[in-house]
């Protein structure tokens, strides 16, 4: 009978010892083994782009292992069109709660995955929740809402079907384009003087298509939703100051700036300065196209 007292006991005492010492791992085992189906992945919608570039890509586990993947679990969820996600850092990932923590206060640098990402998909802000055992939830909430949506659709879809033919190559789809939304936007002088004036949503393509006024986050939104109605692979180039467009086109990247091709003064008629242009000659005519060649390698 003492035989089986003492090896109770023994037990009781591993059990107890492990419990003390290895206590985190074993709630992060049995939460990411018992309980995987409660991580609620991003489901893609049918603004999602699969084009992969030097700077993001899209991950599309529910875990990640090491920094790189949390950064292009992000991208891919904001890519995704998802509202939320719940995922998690596996146990090697040591940094992870380090990791997060920078990543989720510097709105700053996650804005530059809007530049990736279908307009309808890019956020105002993104928040982030998680815990001491490395689970995450992040929640997307966007700068375009269905209303929006529905109605510059219809003038994006209306000026396709009436004035874009199959005949034309991309270069001269693009200047139609180009032309389009140039005469038919003026450059909102009052938000850029005021940032905080909400006469007109000229920040974005809602306000260059239906209000008919825009600042350079307005233009380059619209031109990308053109560009991906017509399935040329872009996106935009930002600086601290200014936004637009990169496309690729007949095997080269070309720059598109549709802010400064628009004329300010009702005698000027549209130019064509900022359109489809290399990087060199971009930056011969002026010095406020700077851009970090780290992030948008493919202008390089």
């Known amino acids: 009978m003492s035989k089986i007292f ?56 529910n875990n990640v292992s090491n920094k790189k993947q949390l950064v292009d679990l992000i991208y891919y969820f904001i890519n995704s069109g998802a509202d939320k996600i719940e995922a998690y850092c596996t146990n090697e990932y040591s940094d992870c709660i380090k990791d997060l923590e920078t990543i989720s206060t510097d709105q700053e640098s996650l804005s530059i995955f809007n530049n990736f990402v279908h307009p309808y998909n890019s956020f105002s802000k993104l928040s982030f929740s998680y815990d001491e055992y490395g689970n995450f939830t992040i929640t997307n909430n966007k700068i375009y809402d269905e209303k929006m949506i529905v109605e510059i659709n219809n003038v994006v879809n209306k000026y396709i079907n009436d004035n874009i033919s199959t005949s034309l190559n991309d270069a001269e789809k693009l200047k139609l384009i180009h032309d389009f939304i140039i005469d038919n936007t003026k450059y909102d002088k009052l938000k850029v003087d005021n940032i905080n004036d909400e006469t007109y949503n000229s920040e974005n393509a809602y306000g260059v298509l239906l209000e008919h006024y825009g600042i350079c986050s307005g233009y380059a939104d619209t031109m990308a939703i053109f560009l991906n109605k017509l399935g040329i692979i872009n996106y935009k180039i930002s600086n601290d100051e200014h936004i637009w467009n990169l496309a690729y086109i007949d095997n080269k990247w070309v720059h598109i700036d549709l802010t400064w091709d628009d004329p300010v003064t009702e005698n000027d008629i549209n130019r064509t300065d900022y359109f489809m242009i290399d990087t060199k000659t971009l930056q011969s005519l002026d010095n406020e196209h700077d851009f970090d060649t780290n992030i948008f390698t493919e202008a390089n």
């Open 6 to 61: 003492f090896t109770i006991g023994f037990i009781m005492i591993v059990i107890v010892t492990i419990g003390t010492f290895w206590q985190n791992d074993i709630i992060y085992w049995y939460t990411h083994t018992f309980n995987e189906k409660k991580y609620q992945g991003a489901s893609s919608n049918e603004y999602f782009l699969e084009d992969n570039f030097s700077y993001v890509n899209n991950y599309t586990d």
